[in-house]
């Protein structure tokens, strides 16, 4: 019997263990390393068959992340920082999963992970203060504390059209890609879709394929992401300053800081020169860099004007049909109020003859045929569909377990009008239960390795201190929480944020209720929050 095996059937045995992790990304392989580290006894539950989370799942040609891999990459071992070698400066999806698979055999974590296992339920025993988690396999673990690393990106939205059944073809989605290698070569091929994940799919399909037709429902601002090979001269120039550049991200609102500093100035206080001269810089530079460019561009309307017009140009100077280009170029709402896109050559992509743009906002998509896509009353015949349609972000995937906390509350009433948790990290009336770059915090408009990192941190620093203090459950109060919510409403609201229908808000999902998800006011002042609270032993936390 290998060791995974007797793994299996201990977990399954309700043994008390420390911690349960559900999720194995860049959250929960962090979690699992520092439980070890501390002499605790964690187990983790991992529904894909191997690490990676996000990286795992969605292996879509031209997956990869979008600023730098020094960045985007663990800073907790200085020693792992300097012995990992990137070949790309924004790493492919295959090198971002070999980083994690390496990271998790460098820490021997292998061994505490359940894979191919999803976790379904999470119930708190009042008597015993202690958690059970079961899964799709039959698991019933006990643990004292529950590390929810299951993802903001990781519940795809389902095919909302109907017919799939019917089609002839192949039907793929970006989030769930199939290991083997995807054929497009003499085939007709759909994408719907045009966020990031298709924006980097679609030159390389439109390259292999007969014929490639994009289905589009709001078109999306997308920066050059200047990807290339990093030479061994300039990672040994990164792996030298790697100890000031972590600790300018540390200080910093977006996490993102290896090419260009955060800017201070405000855009409407600068000439129409000095604007044009900054916008230039964060479009040379490629992918997020504009997140951190003047400080009033996302939440004043006029100085996001100056923007958005810069790449309103940008856009158009790319495609060589003006008809073409004006359904390309985003107009009706404000440039990073919907997540900006980073590309390889994208609009360049519309250029080609192979390639057909179809607007489905104005006429929707029906339905799904045996042939292919019907919008209106024409159906497009397609050998192959892919759906680039998003995720039910940053709340579907912990709403698809059944949690209850104390007294039987469920999860699922709890976050019924949206999330509700103290810094987004711990709901109230769910006692030793974590969620990491949740709603509520800054999430995904930070660096999100560093931000699962900042919180794993802040989590094992509780677990530390009520085992000094000789307790056993922490939990949020509730009026702080409600405080906290309507702190990050209220700064949502001073945001542009609002003026787009986008994931951030809740608005790609039917029926989602529509609230500001992350934290929008940056991570220092977060860190400060969640740092204070800690140094003053939790006084908005109840710990018994
Ligand atoms: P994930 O990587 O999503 O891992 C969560 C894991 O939990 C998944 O493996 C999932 O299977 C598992 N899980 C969920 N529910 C259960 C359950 N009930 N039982 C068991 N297992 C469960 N962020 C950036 O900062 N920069 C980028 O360039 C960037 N690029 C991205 C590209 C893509 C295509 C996507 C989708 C997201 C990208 N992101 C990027 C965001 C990305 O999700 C995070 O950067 C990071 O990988 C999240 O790590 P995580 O561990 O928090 O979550
Ligand atoms: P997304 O940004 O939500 O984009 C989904 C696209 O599908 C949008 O264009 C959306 O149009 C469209 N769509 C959704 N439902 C549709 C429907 N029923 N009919 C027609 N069109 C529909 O999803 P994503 O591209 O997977 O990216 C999600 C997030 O993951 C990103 O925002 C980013 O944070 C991260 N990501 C990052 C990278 C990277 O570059 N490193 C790559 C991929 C993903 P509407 O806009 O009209 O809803």
């Known amino acids: 019997m290998d060791a995974s095996a007797a793994d299996d059937r201990s977990s399954r045995r309700s043994a008390i263990h420390d911690a349960v992790v559900v999720g194995a990304g860049f959250a929960g392989i962090y979690a699992l390393y520092r439980l070890r580290k501390a002499g605790l006894a964690a187990i983790g539950f991992e529904a894909g068959e191997g690490v990676g989370g996000t990286w795992y799942w969605n292996r879509y040609p031209g997956a990869a992340c979008d600023f730098e891999s020094i960045e985007y990459s663990y800073s907790f071992d200085e020693a792992l920082q300097q012995e990992w070698k990137w070949t790309t400066r924004m790493a492919r999806q295959p090198e971002i999963l070999a980083y994690l698979n390496h990271v998790t055999d460098r820490y021997d974590l292998r061994r505490d992970i359940q894979f191919g296992t999803r976790v379904v339920a999470a119930h708190f025993d009042d ?21 929810m690393a299951t993802g903001c990106l990781s519940t795809p939205k389902p095919i909302e059209y109907p017919g799939a059944d019917r089609f002839k073809g192949q039907i793929l989605r970006t989030a769930f890609w199939p290991k083997e290698e995807v054929d497009f070569r003499g085939k007709r091929v759909g994408v719907v879709g045009t966020g990031s994940s298709a924006i980097q799919a679609i030159p390389i399909i439109a390259e292999a394929a007969a014929h490639l037709t994009v289905f589009q429902r709001t078109p999306n601002f997308s920066i050059p992401a200047g990807n290339g090979p990093l030479s061994d001269d300039e990672a040994a120039r990164q792996k030298a300053g790697y100890a000031d550049l972590r600790a300018r991200e540390w200080d910093s609102d977006v996490g993102i800081c290896a ?17 044009e001269a900054e916008y230039e810089k964060r479009w040379a530079a490629g992918g997020l860099y504009f997140y951190c460019s003047f400080v009033d561009l996302l939440v004043d309307k006029s100085a996001n004007q100056t923007l958005t017009e810069f790449a309103q140009r940008k856009i158009r100077a790319k495609i060589k049909e003006p008809a073409l280009a004006e359904l390309l170029v985003p107009k009706d709402y404000p440039f990073g109020a919907k997540r900006i896109c ?22 929707p998509i029906r339905e799904i045929t045996p042939d292919g896509l019907k919008v209106g009353d024409t159906v497009h015949a397609l050998d192959m569909i892919i759906f680039a349609t998003g995720f039910d972000a940053m709340t579907g995937t912990l709403l698809n377990i059944d949690i209850r906390g104390r007294g039987g509350k469920r999860f699922s009433e709890h976050w019924q009008d949206g999330p509700r948790s103290l810094y987004g990290i711990m709901p109230s009336g769910f006692p030793n239960l974590y969620i990491t770059t949740g709603p509520g915090s800054p999430s995904v408009l930070y660096n999100m390795v560093l931000g699962n990192e900042y919180h794993v941190n802040w989590i094992m620093d509780c677990i530390a201190h009520l085992a000094r203090t000789g307790h056993q459950t922490i939990e949020a109060k509730p009026d702080p929480e409600s405080a906290w919510r309507e702190t990050v409403n209220a700064i949502g609201k001073m945001t542009l944020f609002g003026e787009a229908s986008s994931w951030y808000m809740g608005d790609n999902v039917p029926g989602k209720p529509r609230v500001i998800l992350p934290y929008l006011g940056g991570f220092r002042s977060y860190k400060q929050a969640c740092d204070a609270e800690a140094a003053s032993g939790y006084p908005n936390f109840e710990i018994a």
């Open 127 to 147: 008597a015993t203060r202690l958690w059970t988690v079961s899964s799709d396999r039959g698991h019933r673990v006990t643990a004292r504390h529950v590390v």
């Open 259 to 275: 090419k260009l500093a955060p800017e201070t100035r405000r855009a409407l206080d600068c000439t129409a020169e000095e604007r």
């Open 342 to 363: 980073a590309d390889s050559g994208y609009y360049e992509t519309y250029n080609r003859d192979n390639v057909t743009l179809v607007d489905v906002k104005s006429t």
